[in-house]
């Protein structure tokens, strides 16, 4: 099922828990006492990225707030999943504060049991502000932030839809209209390609296992599904091979030389230097794009939702929230930091850089906050348009690193020329036991 934006009547009760947050004083309601715990010192372990930078640039409104002192460092992505896994599975993290990957860390998280639960601090009128609901937190976001006893172990932070970038001056010079489909994207690719010029129809990720955030939207659209109702993995059937086989087309007929080896910031840089008429990654890639010292294509980027595929039409939906370790001994001052990072002030500001999307829909749908967006309008619309259409983009089990490893490996071989029907099989067959003997662990 796709995730939804929340309905009117959540909208409602979300927009008067807002309002009553103006109403100091109000006898119904106890105020948070912001500083019960100042003079405590909190450490927060971040993956190095715009939201990293958001926290670090404006924590110190947050200690003048609280009286909370707070250490944090960005490690790059990798790493920092790396060195959290080990801490925590030690039992004795360094951090109080975890910045969460939920498309990798989810299922491993709730199953080791490393994180808090909240669910009790956010129904304390002491330690939340009114305005913080679970219903202003948009139906993905929920989803990735509990567990299946209802839980709420971490607050979802900010989400990651994949967009369509294109270059609206190849376009115009050569004539070619925006896709809708999937299909019009390859036929635009083919016109849009002059290998003698240097110029290619499309760039995205052909380097293993981060291939797997650009395939997962052709798969879903494709009508793909990645677990049965049993928990057991699809990833060898006619949806995946119709998926690869667009992807192969794409990567090998129309993409740069060199393709199979590239990551975002490969294809960003492609498409930054006017090399590639269309890019399909995440939204938070924009402000780069829009900066005249990295890019030479500003103005010239048009923004849309990814085209639809024969079977439906989805946004590959990732995202990362904010948690506390169950091992911390400041759990309710972390708990703080936690809804300061997620407010409406740090969320807006989060946006209106362009840095990220925040799973809040008061947030998102604010006409104030929309117009403070330094993003392009095009931007902003296609960020609303995919959450209607998101879906998770990679399968909540606990070895998604190795999913991603195994069928990312199958993918960059096809564009090699392998076939990819045999391919997914082989990846399948590889990766059945994996998921299987997680489960039963």
């Known amino acids: 099922m796709p995730h939804h934006l929340i309905s009117r009547r959540q909208m409602l009760a979300g927009t008067a828990a ?50 909370i002192k707070v250490e944090s460092e960005q490690i790059p992505e990798q790493q920092q999943r790396q060195k959290a896994v080990i801490e925590l599975a030690s039992g004795k993290p360094s951090f109080d504060v975890i910045h969460l990957s939920y498309h990798v860390q989810k299922r491993q998280f709730e199953k080791a049991g490393w994180l808090a639960d909240m669910s009790g601090y956010m129904k304390d009128p002491t330690l939340t502000a009114p305005d913080l609901v679970e219903s202003d937190f948009s139906a993905a976001g929920l989803q990735y932030a509990k567990n299946d006893k209802g839980q709420m172990l971490s607050l979802p932070w900010s989400v990651d839809y994949f967009i369509l970038y294109y270059n609206k001056e190849l376009f115009q010079k050569k004539g070619v209209a925006v896709p809708k489909t999937l299909d019009e994207m390859v036929a635009a ?15 995205g990720r052909g380097l293993r296992n981060a291939n797997m955030t650009l395939w997962t939207n052709f798969y879903l659209n494709y009508g793909g599904e990645f677990l049965d109702g049993k928990g057991n993995i699809l990833t060898d059937g006619p949806e995946a091979i119709a998926a690869t086989k667009l992807y192969q087309t794409l990567l090998t007929k129309v993409a740069p030389p060199g393709v199979a080896g590239f990551n975002w910031m490969e294809s960003m840089a492609s498409f930054t230097q006017g090399r590639s008429a269309m890019w399909i990654d995440g939204v938070g890639w924009a402000p780069p794009l829009e900066d005249p010292a990295a890019s030479r294509v500003v103005g010239k980027v048009g923004y849309t939702v990814v085209p639809a595929g024969p079977k439906g039409q989805y946004s590959a939906t990732y995202g990362d929230g904010i948690g506390i370790a169950a091992a911390s001994k400041n759990k309710e001052a972390a708990y703080l930091l936690c809804q300061w990072v ?35 309008k095009e931007w902003l619309q296609s960020v609303v348009d995919s959450a209607k259409i998101s879906k998770l983009g990679l399968p909540v089990v606990i070895p998604v690193a190795e999913f991603r490893d195994i069928v990312g490996a199958a993918l960059t071989s096809t564009l090699s020329g392998a076939d990819p029907a045999t391919e997914l099989k082989k990846a399948h067959e590889q990766y059945r036991p994996i998921l299987e003997r997680s489960e039963k662990a």
């Not at 690719?189 to 760039?203: N, P, Y």
């Open 18 to 67: 807002t309002g009553a947050l103006a109403l100091t004083g109000s006898p119904a309601r106890a105020e948070v006492n912001w500083k019960k715990y100042s003079g405590t010192t909190l450490e927060v372990i971040l993956a190095k990225g715009p939201r990293g930078d958001n926290l670090q640039k404006y924590i110190k409104e947050f200690t003048e707030l609280t009286g």
């Open 342 to 376: 997620v407010s409406k002030k740090q969320g807006a500001r989060l946006l209106q850089a362009g840095g990220g999307v925040p799973f809040r829909n008061s947030i998102l749908n604010d006409p104030e906050v929309q117009q403070g967006v330094k993003m392009p």
């Open 189 to 203: 690719a083919e016109k849009l390609t002059d290998a003698k010029d240097g110029t290619f129809g499309f760039v």
